[in-house]
């Protein structure tokens, strides 16, 4: 507790494991409160391991702050193994929801997607994202899939790729990108790295 302008927070998680540890369920409340007005966020969460090498998340949450009560939820599904690691997911985030962490971007949003590395070597990974986001409000889209490779050394990395983008706003026309994107990352020490990246246009937005 500060004294000095009379702020609270605290908060916790408690969860429980069952099945052999295959199914883990959990809830969480956090709460801040300042010159009587109390914020607070309440969730649930849990865990289930289908297999050895792919779990599904799901979590959703309530939060009431000085400008509204909001909801938000998601649910992952993730793939782990020695070739390739996945995940497809689906969340939605509420208008004013939480307690000040959620970016303007992301606020009031459904967002779907699916994201992947696929190892081809010890030091050569590829990585492959695609998502849709839409906002609940404006009901505006943006698609987006991206391809990289990435060389990894003793000394640093470096990596290569493509992403386009598009935006659909229905109010006007639909407006593209298609990108070329590059960098490096050279380990000057263990604990100090420079990293460098660059974005080229390869096409005109439309």
Request: proline share 0%.
């Amino acid at each position: 507790r500060d004294s000095t302008d009379q702020f609270t927070t605290f908060g916790g998680r408690g969860s429980v494991k069952m099945l052999d540890n295959k199914v883990e369920v959990g809830a969480s409340y956090v709460q801040e409160g300042k010159l009587g007005k109390d914020d607070k966020i309440t969730g649930l969460d849990a865990k289930l391991n289908l297999t050895e090498s792919i779990e599904l998340k799901t979590e959703v949450a309530k939060s009431r702050n000085q400008l509204a009560t909001s909801s938000a939820y998601k649910a992952e599904v993730r793939h782990l193994g020695k070739t390739v690691n996945g995940s497809a997911y689906v969340r939605q985030i509420g208008k004013a929801f939480g307690l000040g962490q959620v970016t303007g971007s992301e606020d009031a949003t459904r967002k779907y997607g699916a994201q992947s590395d696929v190892n081809v070597t010890e030091k050569v990974k590829l990585q492959l994202d695609t998502f849709r986001q839409m906002n609940l409000n404006t009901k505006a889209k943006r698609d987006s899939a991206s391809a990289q490779a990435v060389y990894t050394a003793e000394k640093g990395s470096i990596r290569g790729g493509v992403r386009g983008t598009r935006d659909i706003t229905g109010a006007a026309a639909n407006q593209t990108s298609k990108l070329l994107t590059a960098g490096a990352t050279a380990n000057i020490t263990d604990r100090l790295s420079a990293r460098v990246d660059r974005e080229q246009s390869i096409g005109k937005g439309n």
